[in-house]
């Protein structure tokens, strides 16, 4: 072990002042993130424990992407890079706004250098997270509460961001892609003093996009580094962001057809026989000749796999792009006290605001079962002057959204290193403060299903929008949102704070031995303020209420320990607890007493071997992760009737999730380097035993993923440096859309592989680089929808170009 561990944040400050001896020292020592390479394979972070150590001895499971690569596979956000982390997936109803991943299908931390990045906030807002300014992702699973603040059940996503060098480097680069694609970015870093160093990063995307799904995009990252003193320095950045994503909320949608209605045969096998109108009378009753019509038009996928659109989709010219704008300014302060005391602290103000129009609905009704009534409207066919759609769309809704999120984080990080006996100790003592504030609106449109009536009966609201008639060929509304006399939805404020303060104790036993304890006190209050909304669609809630809030407290924990009997294989098991805001913008009903926050539980037990001179880091991992102390109403409840006796709502609902994942790095000679992971996991909804929803497969989350990423470097025709050649395989299981209240308890997903390749040639200055992704021109659906799939990206190219001085 290193006789000095230092912090995460500390050489997250302090990696430019080192210096590269030459060309050689530079390949074989390169700053991939925060911390030096060992050879071509990091084998050591900070993330778990805030101290630089080995992960041969960490004891939690931690996954590495370092730029390398990143750059090899032409990444430039998150959602791509979902293919390098094992357990790492889309979340399964994410309604195409920002970055919805999870891990081992539980929400997710987003954060830069340990601070704050946005949360993944479902079908509301958040950020798309690009890739421009980051050296490497590192990958924390599982709870990590008190080091990293309010804290998701599945971990955190951590994005080292570039810093200033004292050694000049100035980069230019270009990107040229399909569908009209193109970026264009600069990159400089350089001393201006002995003691003052500089990074400017700026960059502007633009493109049509596979399907129409136009981005854009304009960054500029700027950070000063002031060193005071050798024990001392300083860091301010500021980062803006700007940009403009197409939304596509439905992508290709299931259409909904009951089977257990229709005599339980699939759809591909009914007769207008088994299309049974409902035997009391109640719902759509079809007639006979309209009952073929309907059983024609079914196909042996409805119901179970989405409609295939190709590349048209129902995407309507009235859902406006989100228009995101990031504000970030961050001042970081280390201080080396001693040779054996360090004190960090970070002090961060974000902003994010979005703004956009989405669809919602939109879906095919063609045989559907609701409370139990056979084609109930308005989940029932389309029939209008008896004439039936059996391609229709019903209950379209449009909701345009006006959110506003203002951050404070600080953190504070002091660690002493000690010996007792022949012990090496670190001593970590570290305090937390964060303050959320949202500011939310939404408004929305609908079509005529949507009819609002008052205590006696008459119409207050009926929708304005048109149905779509066929969703092979729409006809969209025409005009404008307001034009369609839209509902103020929602419109509140939402404040939510949090503190704590945590001990954390590894030790360094022997040779063989490391262990680990962490325990921390938190607290997170929340505050809600209703602002009120339309008349028409709430008299209830018309009027503001007051502020109403709500606190809770308790501790968390880390337990570890890793036994390394030989040098290149050890055994490591994590118990780790975490806890997180019941619901960061769910409202607060009344001054209540204090509500219990929902909590995390993780266990793990994990394997790491390492060979080749370490060149290659092999991890497997069992583990069983879960979201604990979630809410759910109990049944017997009756508001004003109900004695003392009968509780409103139950605390033990939980999500749950098992499985084994794997991951390799590897250079195994100067020729060739390899990257593979993969994962079985079975994410289970076990929230509300009142619910038909109750342990099923969570949404979205395949039971399988896998892939590889494989460099040849070639020597050939003579050139003076060898030219990469890289391929890649990503495998990904069927995946649950499973919704009984929409009829389709058996909709899915479908699998699929792809196949991608790469081949770059770099010089001293000069890099050029040719991505082809999915080869062979694979028809699939890159993510799980609300009720259906989101079509991958046709075969494409991108070229690339950078010039570095």
């Known amino acids: 072990m290193k006789q000095f561990n230092y912090s995460l944040l500390t050489l997250a400050c302090l990696n430019a002042q080192a210096a590269l001896a030459s060309t050689t020292a530079e390949q074989d020592i390169e700053h991939i993130s925060v911390y030096q390479k060992q050879n071509q394979v990091v084998m050591s972070s900070g993330l778990a424990t805030k101290s630089d150590m080995s992960l041969m001895e960490t004891p939690a499971p931690v996954v590495i992407i370092d730029r390398e690569l990143i750059e090899s596979q032409g990444v430039d956000n998150l959602q791509d890079l979902v293919r390098n982390v094992s357990g790492l997936t889309q979340a399964g109803n994410n309604y195409g706004i920002g970055d919805n991943l999870v891990i081992r299908g539980l929400d997710a931390n987003y954060t830069y250098d340990g601070m704050y990045g946005g949360a993944g906030l479902g079908n509301t807002f958040n950020p798309t997270r690009s890739l421009t300014n980051v050296e490497s992702v590192e990958v924390l699973k599982g709870p990590a ?65 596979f399907r129409d799904l136009k981005e854009e995009r304009d960054e500029i990252y700027t950070s000063l580094k002031y060193v005071l003193n050798d024990k001392q320095d300083v860091m301010l950045s500021a980062t803006y962001i700007k940009d403009s994503i197409a939304v596509d909320s439905i992508g290709h949608p299931i259409r909904i057809y009951n089977a257990e209605t229709a005599n339980g045969l699939a759809a591909g096998e009914v007769t207008a026989a088994d299309l049974v109108n409902d035997p009391t009378g109640s719902g759509l009753q079809l007639t006979s000749e309209q009952q073929l019509q309907l059983a024609n038009s079914l196909s042996a996928t409805d119901g179970l796999t989405p409609y295939d659109f190709g ?140 009819v ?133 913008l769910g409202s607060v009903a009344g001054n209540e007493a204090d509500r219990e926050d929902s909590e995390s539980i993780s266990n793990d037990l994990g394997f790491r071997y390492k060979a080749f001179d370490d060149q290659l880091l092999a991890t497997l991992v069992v583990f069983e992760s879960a979201r604990t102390n979630l ?112 009829s389709i308890p058996d909709g899915y997903v479908p699998g699929y592989t792809v196949y991608d390749a790469a081949i770059s040639y770099t010089t001293k200055q000069w890099n050029m680089q040719l991505n082809l992704n999915n080869l062979f021109n694979k028809q699939y659906y890159s993510k799980a929808m609300f009720l259906g799939g989101m079509p991958g990206e046709e075969r494409n190219a991108k070229l690339s170009f950078s010039y570095t001085l």
């Open 145 to 209: 509460t008190g080091l990293y603040g309010i804290g998701s059940a599945g971990g955190v996503i951590n994005l080292i961001e570039k810093k200033p060098e004292f050694e000049e480097k100035h980069k230019v680069a270009l990107e040229l892609g399909q569908w009209d694609s193109y970026s264009l970015a600069f990159d400089s870093t350089n001393a201006l003093s002995d003691n003052l160093a500089y990074r400017v990063m700026a960059k502007t995307a633009s493109s049509d996009g």
């Open 311 to 450: 590349t048209n989709g129902i995407i309507s010219p009235m859902a406006d792009d989100n228009e995101g704008e990031e504000l970030r300014f961050k001042l970081t302060h280390n201080y080396f006290i001693t040779d054996d005391l360090f004190l960090n602290q970070q002090l961060q103000y974000r902003n994010y605001t979005s703004n956009f129009a989405r669809q919602t609905g939109a879906f095919n009704y063609v045989y559907s079962t609701r409370s139990g009534v056979i084609n109930q409207d308005p989940r029932a066919p389309l029939v209008e002057n008896d004439v039936l759609y059996p391609f229709a769309a019903r209950r379209q809704e449009y909701r345009q959204v006006e959110a506003d999120e203002k951050s404070w984080q600080y953190f504070l990080d002091l660690r002493y290193d000690f010996e007792i006996g022949d012990i090496d100790n670190e001593l970590l003592v570290n305090a937390n403060y964060e303050d959320r504030d949202i500011s939310f609106k939404q408004y929305s449109i609908y079509d005529s299903d949507k």
């Open 452 to 584: 609002i009536y008052d205590t006696d009966g008459n119409v207050l609201y009926q929708g304005a929008l048109p149905y779509i008639y066929d969703m092979r060929q729409p006809n969209w509304p025409i005009g404008g949102f307001d034009d369609y006399d839209p509902l103020k939805t929602s419109d509140y404020n939402k404040k939510v704070q949090a503190w704590g303060m945590g001990v954390q104790y590894v030790g360094y036993i022997n040779d063989t031995l490391t262990t680990r304890i962490g325990v921390a006190y938190n607290r997170i209050k929340q505050s809600y303020e209703h602002n009120g909304v339309d008349e028409r669609y709430s008299s209830s809630r018309a009027e503001p209420t007051p502020e109403a809030n709500t606190s809770d407290s308790g501790l968390t924990y880390n337990l570890g320990a890793t036994y390394q009997p030989t040098e290149d294989f050890s055994v490591f098991v994590n118990h780790s607890k975490g806890r997180t805001a019941y619901s960061v």
């Open 631 to 742: 809410e759910y109403s109990n049944p017997l409840y009756e508001a004003g009737v109900s004695g003392p006796d009968i509780v409103e709502s139950y605390f033990d609902g939980e999500e749950q999730t098992k499985g084994v994942e794997l991951d390799l790095n590897a250079y195994l000679n100067e020729q060739w380097k390899i990257n593979v992971n993969g994962v079985y996991q079975d994410a289970r909804d076990k929230s509300n035993p009142n619910s038909s929803a109750y342990d099923t497969r969570q949404k979205g989350v395949p039971y399988v993923t896998a892939s590889t990423w494989v460099t040849y470097y070639a020597n050939i025709f003579n050139l003076p440096e060898s030219v990469n050649i890289s391929g890649g395989i990503t495998y990904v299981d069927n995946r649950s859309t499973n919704s009984s209240s929409f």
